[in-house]
């Protein structure tokens, strides 16, 4: 089944219409998630206001601003990625994943590839984080320092778990519903629309891995985001099946949280949230491993049969 709009269209033409459906799916989610919110919790907008703005003075709301997230999320980024497809493309399934089948080692090794990087990936996070900008930016500096300073608060705020129901909570909020609905959006719809509009499937996967790190409004934060995004943007690029992005996501996120609540708990002395970077052994270990990993992978996926697809989409 064919879309109701011409698949003919340029990719910035299709890139505006897919940021009107998610900005109106945002629109939806806030409604919903605030109609969830007065039911659930009987917090009423501007009880809502405040708690977004000082979370900590009541950590009785953690549950209704996980339930805020989450239902934003989900109707903005999910539901709007998957209306442009349905009214520009139509098949959702053939779209987002021209080839069904995954090998299932294949797939296990794509998810174990995300924990591998990680000691690679802490020397990102410390070099971003102690990055400075010119001097004549240094106001803009400021402001962004501050900026991050209060989500790091509401991060530390939504991820304290004091048993294993928040936990579990935690995760359908913070690790499966943004690797789902973050991957439909970044990987799914607009990484494609990117290497169709430039023409060079690694101009695509890295802008679209910046909109990715850029979209979380955290500077100190961009380019470990970048790195990740452009992991699982190539692991889509070579298997065309969008569960294996999503499952890389999920074990990025997922991780993290496990990590944190074994920590809370006292069971592990690994501080996840650190921003130093770990020594660099295990840096330079890492970065050997996940490049001969991204090569089996790569050699992997190209050499599954599968049925024959569009590749003007990739």
Same mark, same amino acid.
């Given at each position: 089944?064919?879309?109701?709009?011409?698949?003919?269209?340029?990719?910035?033409?299709?890139?505006?219409?897919?940021?009107?459906?998610?900005?109106?799916?945002?629109?939806?989610?806030?409604?919903?998630?605030? *109609?969830?919110?007065?039911?659930?919790?009987?917090?009423?907008?501007?009880?809502?206001?405040?708690?977004?703005?000082?979370?900590?003075?009541?950590?009785?709301?953690?549950?209704?601003?996980?339930?805020?997230?989450? *239902?934003?999320?989900?109707?903005?980024?999910?539901?709007?990625?998957?209306?442009?497809?349905?009214?520009?493309?139509?098949? @959702?399934?053939?779209?987002?994943?021209?080839?069904?089948?995954?090998?299932?080692?294949?797939?296990?090794?794509?998810?174990?590839?995300?924990?591998?990087?990680?000691?690679?990936?802490?020397?990102?996070?410390?070099?971003?984080?102690?990055?400075?900008?010119?001097?004549?930016?240094?106001?803009?500096?400021?402001?962004?320092?501050?900026?991050?300073?209060?989500?790091?608060?509401?991060?530390?705020?939504?991820?304290?778990?004091?048993?294993?129901?928040?936990?579990?909570?935690?995760?359908?909020?913070?690790?499966?519903?943004?690797?789902?609905?973050?991957?439909?959006?970044?990987?799914?719809?607009?990484?494609?629309?990117?290497?169709?509009?430039?023409?060079?499937?690694? @101009?695509?996967?890295?802008?679209?891995?910046?909109?990715?790190?850029?979209?979380?409004?955290?500077?100190?934060?961009?380019?470990?985001?970048?790195?990740?995004?452009?992991?699982?943007?190539?692991?889509?690029?070579?298997?065309?099946?969008?569960?294996?992005?999503?499952?890389?996501?999920?074990?990025?996120?997922?991780?993290?949280?496990?990590?944190?609540?074994?920590?809370?708990?006292?069971?592990?002395?690994?501080?996840?949230?650190?921003?130093?970077?770990?020594?660099?052994?295990?840096?330079?270990?890492?970065? @050997?491993?996940?490049?001969?990993?991204?090569?089996?992978?790569?050699?992997?996926?190209?050499?599954?049969?599968?049925?024959? *697809?569009?590749?003007?989409?990739?």
């Amino acid at each position: 089944m064919k879309g109701f709009i011409s698949t003919r269209q340029h990719p910035f033409t299709s890139i505006l219409l897919l940021t009107a459906f998610v900005i109106a799916g945002f629109f939806v989610g806030m409604f919903l998630s605030m *109609v969830l919110v007065k039911v659930l919790f009987g917090y009423g907008m501007v009880e809502m206001q405040q708690l977004l703005q000082n979370p900590t003075d009541n950590p009785e709301g953690r549950q209704a601003l996980l339930v805020y997230q989450g *239902v934003t999320m989900l109707c903005g980024f999910a539901l709007g990625a998957l209306a442009f497809i349905k009214f520009n493309k139509g098949d @959702v399934g053939e779209y987002l994943s021209p080839k069904s089948q995954v090998p299932f080692n294949a797939l296990l090794l794509s998810a174990v590839l995300i924990i591998l990087i990680m000691p690679a990936n802490s020397w990102l996070i410390e070099w971003n984080v102690n990055l400075q900008l010119p001097s004549f930016l240094r106001e803009m500096e400021a402001g962004m320092k501050a900026k991050e300073e209060q989500l790091k608060v509401l991060t530390e705020y939504l991820t304290k778990f004091d048993t294993i129901g928040s936990l579990l909570f935690g995760m359908l909020i913070i690790a499966v519903l943004p690797a789902i609905c973050e991957e439909l959006l970044f990987r799914g719809v607009l990484q494609q629309e990117l290497i169709r509009w430039f023409k060079n499937p690694h @101009v695509g996967i890295l802008l679209a891995s910046f909109i990715f790190g850029a979209i979380h409004f955290q500077f100190y934060g961009l380019f470990p985001r970048m790195a990740l995004g452009m992991v699982l943007g190539y692991l889509y690029y070579w298997s065309k099946n969008i569960w294996v992005p999503i499952l890389g996501h999920f074990m990025n996120n997922g991780f993290t949280l496990l990590f944190l609540y074994l920590h809370q708990q006292g069971a592990v002395d690994v501080k996840i949230e650190s921003t130093e970077a770990m020594p660099w052994y295990w840096s330079l270990g890492s970065v @050997v491993i996940s490049g001969l990993v991204l090569y089996v992978l790569h050699k992997g996926y190209n050499q599954v049969t599968h049925p024959a *697809v569009n590749e003007d989409r990739f």
